[in-house]
């Protein structure tokens, strides 16, 4: 066959034909009378084969190796085909990710995509330093993706870069919920910590609630606490539980007591909280700290239920209890009738 027809069948360009046979890849076993190169059958099966070779990823000089000699095993380049293609598709996959997030930014010009490629490079620095300048001094009126700080947020160990990136994500004007959602699923408790941590900071983010209410299920402690304070200044009742477990356990006890006064301006949940910290109180396993952390949180809640309940820990068993109620018995009753929240 001549090399425009051998092209017809092969799908190779007689320009590539030409360049195979140059380099002596694919010589044509025959001329004609005229002098035009003419394949055998033989010819255009080792098209075929070369062909095939490239769709692997061979370079042309590979696969002369490979046709030419007999001794030339695959197993070790395909090895490494294998790795120089997955470093291409995170590369690629990479590139992909900054032009969805440069596209997400809604760019008006070219120095608008010039700016997020700078935050881009500034967040991915391994100098602390310049990550956070890079959050706090992008221009007034840029837009950033919250998907972008979200993610950013989750990677991020430095607490000061990550108290700046929680500020920003919050006033990103966007959610970003999605991505620190299924960071709150990862197998990495650092990741949960931060995921949570952000999404607490979040409070008008939709589907922020769900996600936080999941968390309060987290095997990790600092999961879980901050978690249920996120959701009990939310007014959740849900966390109740939590708030009420970490005033025992003596994590974010002050913080809690507070959450949980709060809730308990719901007449419908303040009987709940009283009913737990009552409990908790008469527990067997409660130790004299343990008891004080429960006294010092019935002065968060409203009504005359835990004036009454201090009262009666006035005259406790437990002298260091008992002093402390009688400390803070003597602060309501120096207080107005609003302040203590007395009923008529």
């Known amino acids: 066959m001549l090399i425009g027809e051998v092209a017809r069948h092969s799908g190779v360009s007689a320009r590539m034909l030409r360049h195979y046979d140059a380099l002596g890849l694919v010589r044509p076993t025959g001329r004609t009378v005229g002098g035009y190169r003419e394949y055998s059958a033989e010819d255009v099966r080792r098209i075929f084969h070369v062909e095939s070779l490239r769709s692997l990823g061979l370079s042309l000089k590979q696969i002369g190796r490979a046709l030419e000699d007999p001794a030339f095993t695959p197993s070790a380049l395909v090895g490494d085909l294998i ?30 995509v010039l700016r997020m490629v700078e935050l881009m490079q500034g967040l991915s620095s391994t100098s602390a330093a ?43 004007g966007g959610d970003g919920v999605a991505t620190l959602a299924a960071g709150a699923r990862s197998e990495d408790v650092d990741v949960r910590r931060r995921a949570v941590l952000a999404i607490a900071g979040m409070r008008a983010a939709p589907d ?30 849900a966390a109740v539980p939590a708030l009420v477990g970490l005033v025992v356990e003596g ?24 009913t737990a910290l009552v409990g908790e109180l008469a527990a067997p396993t409660a ?16 009504g005359t239920a835990a004036q009454g309940v201090l009262r009666q820990l006035a005259h406790d068993d437990d002298r260091a209890v008992a002093l402390v109620a009688s400390y803070f018995i003597g602060v309501l009753d ?9 009923e008529d």
């Open 334 to 342: 120096a207080r107005s009738p609003e302040d203590r929240g007395d």
């Open 287 to 302: 130790d004299s700290a343990t008891r004080i952390r429960l006294t010092q949180a019935l002065i968060e809640l409203s």
């Open 208 to 237: 922020a609630t769900a996600v936080l209410a999941d968390a309060l299920g987290d095997p990790d402690a600092t999961v879980r606490r901050h978690a249920a304070l996120a959701l009990g200044r939310r007014g959740v009742t």
């Open 130 to 172: 310049r990550r956070q300048q890079a959050v706090l001094a992008r221009p007034e009126g840029m837009t950033v993706p919250a998907e972008l700080l979200a993610g950013a947020v989750l990677a991020e160990s430095d607490p000061n870069v990550a108290g700046a990136l929680r500020w920003a994500l919050a006033r990103s």
């Open 83 to 112: 790795r120089w293609t997955e470093d291409r598709l995170e590369r690629e996959a990479e590139l992909l990710e900054r032009l969805r997030t440069i596209d997400a930014s809604a760019p008006t010009g070219w120095q608008d």
């Open 251 to 274: 994590s974010s006890d002050v913080d809690a007591a507070e959450v949980l006064g709060t809730l308990s301006q719901d007449p419908g949940c303040a009987d709940r909280i009283m």
